[in-house]
């Protein structure tokens, strides 16, 4: 089923064959993440895979399944093994103590810190060491049309990325035109970024994309591992299935349709799979669920958009929290 050239659709389609099949044409690795739209305020990439410890991994999941902030990354992984004043445990900050009892009292929320009041103190122990499971974290833009426009402005992002010294390897993805040299070959890339050429006309799986250039592995600068761990969080927290939040499940005509081993969303109305930026109340096509869909099964579980939200919830569980290594199995 063709998917035309949505930046959207193929960002989706990118990711669910990194899921199945990163790193390619290597060993497999013991763990790994995948996620969308993540980067910091200057830069933002459309693929972000996290290369991960398992047991590091499988001791990450006792502080839960939401992200860690940079405040609450900060109060975690200095949290004591025994009990101390707050102030004597943790680095002192950058910024206020208040902002830092905030964070202590939403950790202690979340059950990822203990707490405890001696006197006007307020004492911090640990639940467990926070463990070192980020490996390395690898960026892809996904451009399916790179012409020589697209490359000359991609160029320049490029540069930023290779420099930047948060990335350990940098990629572009684009659509495979089987021409004997692809285009992306001939265009003023950075030769450290590496070139996939895709090919999902007949759907994602395995084999889906190939290696037209391979990338050098960068050094990723020790002094930004803070924010490398923050990115780590986010794509542990988020993952690449939350479209959802910007579209409109509960919209009748929205649908998820299977295009090989990946699922992708479908618009029944406008025939075709449609991008988050014109699924929303806006739409012309746009109607509410009927009411009567929204009340079958007991309890009350909501109609098919809600279900659709739970199948996507799940999928993410199963890949982000236990590593997409070894978890091919179909949408």
């Known amino acids: 089923m063709s998917t035309g050239r949505s930046e959207f659709v193929y960002e989706l389609q990118v990711c669910r064959w990194a899921e199945l099949a990163w790193p390619p044409e290597e060993p497999t690795p013991p763990a790994y993440l995948v996620a969308r739209q993540l980067g910091t305020k200057q830069r933002r990439w459309d ?20 992200e860690l902030d940079a405040d609450l990354l900060h109060v975690v992984r200095h949290a004591p093994a025994d009990w101390a004043f707050y102030r004597d445990a943790l680095p002192k900050p950058d910024y206020p103590w208040r902002y830092v009892r905030e964070s202590i009292h939403r950790a202690d929320d979340r059950g990822i810190v203990q707490t405890r009041r001696n006197g006007n103190r307020i004492e911090i122990k640990q639940i467990a ?59 003023s890339l950075p030769v450290e970024a590496g070139i996939l050429t895709t090919d999902f006309e007949g759907g994602v799986d395995a084999e889906s994309a190939s290696i037209e250039w391979y990338p050098t592995r960068l050094q990723a600068d020790e002094d930004r591992h803070d924010r490398r761990l923050e990115l780590a969080e986010r794509a542990y927290g988020r993952g690449w299935r939350n479209y959802e939040r910007t579209m409109r499940p509960d919209c009748r005509h929205f649908q998820l349709r299977p295009a090989g081993r990946a699922l992708l969303p479908w618009c029944e109305a406008k025939q075709c799979h449609q991008s988050s930026t014109v699924c929303g109340s806006s739409c012309d096509e746009f109607e509410p669920e009927p009411p009567t869909w929204r009340t079958r099964g007991w309890p009350i579980e909501g109609g098919p958009g809600k279900g659709l939200k739970r199948l996507l919830k799940s999928r993410a569980e199963q890949y982000n929290h236990v590593g997409a290594s070894g978890l091919n199995a179909e949408e």
Do not use: C, M
């Not at 693929?47 to 939401?66: H, K, M, N, Y």
């Not at 495979?176 to 001939?186: I, S």
């Open 47 to 66: 693929t972000v895979v996290i290369e991960a410890d398992p047991e590091g991994l499988a001791a990450r999941r006792q502080f839960g399944e939401q």
């Open 129 to 187: 060491p926070y463990p070192d499971w980020l490996g390395r974290l690898i960026a892809i833009e996904n451009k399916p049309d790179l012409d020589a426009s697209a490359a000359r402005q991609l160029a320049d992002q490029l540069e930023h990325d290779v420099a930047a010294g948060l990335a350990d390897e940098v990629w572009v993805a684009t659509a495979k035109t089987g021409r004997r040299v692809e285009p992306a070959l001939l265009e």
